[in-house]
């Protein structure tokens, strides 16, 4: 989607700015152009010389400059792009751009184009809920400026709440996704698609349960990927500390037996994406209780719990045209995720070790094998994201082909 877009990024001046190399790096790896207009206080947190190196164009920074303007005048700098992403927007920034002040470079671009304009706001909790940041924002998205982000968590200034810029690969993803707008299509536009993700919990009494080491990492990155590539996808969550991915239906879930029963609402779909870690069984006989500890140790009873995939990729009538399942193991990955493959009937079955040493649960990165009826594909250590772009390619190709 990005393939020789344009972008011209605004880097105005606040600590995110420092996300921005690894901006360019990965809009430019998905073959994006980018060029940069970096103001006086964007200067104070990265440097021209690192951008230039990074987008391998000039970084524009002066209105003024004798040099800049005959080489590309700032008319023509906001004209030559098709989008213009605003990365950090800081509320000094929102405040200029929504009254139409123009005293710099940055701010005159903005207000000489005709282009669609994208801002990725970023800054502290109580000035981002401040009225009056509120106000220019509202003035901005009437205006048709698209507001990406921003995302809770800890914010650079020690405090804690919503004011942290986007994560970069979700702000690839916004990108991605407007010029698929743009088009009107995206590889998997047709498609529904059901993914699942995380742990589910399984309760005890109301106050304990059994629980497994799932981020929801790979699974919510393969959805944002399928979506990304214009599918309609419901993403059946367990408990997870990742945000919703953009664009998608998201049904939270705690229990297998919930899971299985959202996922059935879910249907008819395409295509259907198991990479939920489902606990296999249940507690038989949940206490209504809290349990004592004065009491002896109890006696846990579990029970099978459903098996969702292999629900779903029973032959029948709601059978999905592609079930790809997920196997975590702990030794001899490929041949027990065969194994795994035919007896739950899944089309693909997507394996990763996930032995403590492998360092999988959790982390970023993931070394997985794609196994398929025509063979086993072994993927390289890459990025659960690179992963999950990589695993869309797939589906498209074989959607293009068979659906
Ligand atoms: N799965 C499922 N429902 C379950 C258990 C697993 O849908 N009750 C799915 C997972 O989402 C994954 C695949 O089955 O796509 C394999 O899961 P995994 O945990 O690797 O294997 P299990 O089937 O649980 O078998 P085991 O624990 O014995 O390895």
Redesign the pocket.
């Known amino acids: 989607m990005l393939h020789n877009k344009r972008i011209l990024l605004i880097v105005a001046g606040g600590i995110a700015a420092v996300k921005v190399p690894d901006l360019i790096r990965r809009l430019r790896e998905r073959g994006a152009s980018v060029r940069c207009i970096l103001t006086k206080g964007g200067a104070q947190f990265v440097t021209p010389l690192s951008l230039a190196a990074l987008s391998g164009q000039h970084v524009y920074q002066d209105l003024f400059s004798l040099t800049d303007e005959s080489e590309m005048g700032h008319i023509r700098l906001s004209r030559e792009a098709d989008i213009i992403l605003v990365a950090p927007a800081t509320a000094d920034m929102i405040a200029k751009m929504s009254h139409g002040i123009a005293d710099d470079l940055a701010t005159t671009a903005l207000l000489a184009t005709d282009k669609p304009v994208m801002i990725a706001p970023s800054m502290n909790v109580m000035m981002w809920t401040h009225p009056a940041v509120q106000v220019n924002l509202e003035t901005l998205k009437a205006r048709g400026v698209s507001v990406f982000g921003p995302g809770a968590g800890d914010l650079a200034c020690g405090e804690v709440g919503d004011g942290r810029m986007a994560e970069v690969m979700d702000l690839v993803s916004a990108l991605g996704r407007h010029f698929q707008k743009q088009r009107g299509d995206g590889a998997l536009a047709r498609f529904r698609i059901v993914v699942?993700s995380g742990p589910t919990i399984e309760p005890i009494d109301p106050v304990r349960y059994i629980a497994n080491r799932s981020s929801g990492k790979q699974g919510h990155a393969i959805a944002a990927a399928l979506a990304d590539m214009g599918a309609q996808v419901t993403l059946v969550s367990g408990p997870t500390q990742e945000a919703d991915p953009d664009g998608i239906t998201v049904v939270k879930v705690e229990t297998?037996a919930q899971m299985l029963k959202a996922v059935r609402a879910a249907l008819p779909c395409d295509i259907a994406v198991?990479?939920?870690?489902?606990?296999?069984w249940h507690v038989a006989d949940v206490s209504k209780i809290k349990l004592k500890k004065s009491t002896a140790p109890p006696r846990i009873n579990l029970a099978p719990?459903?098996?969702?995939?292999?629900t779903l990729a029973q032959p029948g009538k709601q059978r999905p045209s592609l079930v790809i399942?997920?196997?975590?193991?702990t030794s001899d990955v490929i041949e027990?995720a065969k194994i795994?493959r035919a007896e739950?009937n899944c089309d693909w079955i997507v394996a990763n070790d996930v032995s403590p040493g492998s360092g999988t649960f959790g982390s970023e990165n993931n070394t997985v094998h794609v196994i398929t009826a025509e063979g086993v594909q072994n993927w390289p250590t890459m990025t659960k994201r690179e992963v999950a772009e990589k695993l869309a390619d797939l589906v498209a190709t074989f959607a293009a082909k068979k659906l």
């Open positions: 699942t297998a198991c990479a939920a870690a489902v606990a296999d719990n459903p098996d969702i995939l292999a399942g997920f196997a975590a193991e027990k795994k739950k």
